[in-house]
């Protein structure tokens, strides 16, 4: 039998192969590579369950996430930031900057006396006149953006008559303007739950999903109210306010040219008209809408910047610098800096004009007294 030795056996101690080198048997080669092969393919399998589980965590994760948000969100591309909101052709007044006296009912029902077997007294003359009492200083503090004593007042109405749906929709209100938009929610919800026909419910109540980015369930809503009552103008704002954030221009200006015919002194409205004429390309249109506004408060620097930009998307350098320099005029440096960081003031980044601008809301510091 022949001895089979290792021909690399000395090479350690830098001998040379003892003998002519031996074949490898073919045999054992194969078997090797099969080996190597079956080896490389479990691996890889391996690497493949382990993808897929990954995958499949992070899917039910988003699953998880997305039943967090209601039915007819829009929340996973509009994130829930309150409003206003600044447009990339500068800013859009929000639908309600502050509640439009028009926007809340002129007469307030008073409460209803409760139904039979509702397991509450009825009310007398004296509460119910105290409840109105009440329910209207909630209204006009809340027409004064005193929030804190409107809600002071509303719940003293509420505790006469826990259900009067007037109270409800303007305690939703109060928590709508201070932010608590999940609150207003939740007390709207109630409010157009008991009384479904009501516009004013239902628009307030989208008009909290708008704040919250639910943009599907508040365009819901706001057709509802547009079919319930097509002369409510709060409505067409708001809807041209939702289609300017979702940059359906066309649209947007169409319930914006509707609700300034009811508001025409609103500056929110007209001012998210001009933009949405702007992005539409009809600046000529849009600059007088801006114009408009500065006729009835000059002192408002939003239309100056704004027909600025209107300038500079049709390129005219010039004519934007002018409108810059007006709407400076009217606001602090720091005001002017945050409007001109806009995007829409990119081409003029290299313009020597704006350069010199920008430098003069910066101005560099005193050298330190010498000691």
């Not at 409510?232 to 809807?239: I, K, Q, T």
């Not at 720091?334 to 704006?354: E, I, K, S, V």
């Amino acid at each position: 039998m022949k001895e089979h030795r290792d021909i690399y056996e000395s090479r350690e101690n830098g001998d040379s192969p003892k003998g002519p080198p031996q074949s490898v048997d073919p045999g054992l080669g194969e078997l090797k590579r099969r080996a190597w092969l079956t080896t490389a393919v479990l691996a890889v399998f391996m690497l493949l369950l382990l993808s897929g589980a990954v995958w499949l965590i992070r899917e039910q994760e988003k699953k998880l996430r997305r039943e967090e948000v209601p039915a007819g969100s829009d929340a996973t591309t509009m994130p829930p930031v309150p409003l206003p909101v600044a447009s990339d052709l500068g800013q859009a007044a929000p639908a309600q900057p502050a509640i439009p006296e028009s926007a809340l009912p002129d007469v307030l029902e008073p409460p209803s006396p409760p139904t039979a077997g509702a397991g509450a007294p009825a009310l007398t003359a004296e509460q119910s006149a105290q409840a109105m009492t009440e329910l209207r200083a909630a209204q006009d503090y809340l027409k004064a953006r005193d929030l804190d004593r409107a809600e002071e007042h509303t719940k003293r109405a509420l505790e006469i008559w826990p259900e009067w749906n007037s109270a409800l929709r303007l305690l939703g209100l109060v928590y709508t303007q201070r932010g608590q938009f999940e609150q207003a929610i939740t007390i709207l919800e109630q409010a157009v739950a008991q009384n479904p026909l009501s516009v004013e419910g239902v628009n307030s109540l989208a008009t909290a999903y708008m704040q919250k980015g639910w943009m599907g369930r508040a365009e819901e809503l706001l057709q509802k109210a547009e079919v319930m009552n097509p002369e409510y103008w709060p409505a067409h704002l708001n809807l041209g306010l939702l289609y300017l954030l979702k940059k359906q221009y066309g649209t947007a200006a169409d319930y914006l040219e509707s609700a300034i015919e009811y508001v025409p002194n609103d500056v929110g409205p007209r001012n998210n008209l001009g933009v949405a004429l702007m992005r539409l390309g009809r600046f000529e249109e849009a600059r007088r809408h801006f114009q408009t506004i500065i006729e009835q408060r000059a002192a408002t620097p939003a239309p100056y910047f704004n027909i600025a930009i209107s300038f500079v998307l049709e390129r005219d350098f010039e004519k934007a610098m002018e409108w810059i320099r007006r709407g400076a005029e009217h606001c602090t440096p720091m005001t002017a800096q945050n409007w001109l960081a806009d995007d829409a003031f990119n081409p003029l980044r290299n313009y020597a004009p704006f350069q010199a601008i920008m430098s003069s809301f910066s101005p560099a510091l005193p050298a330190p007294p010498v000691p």
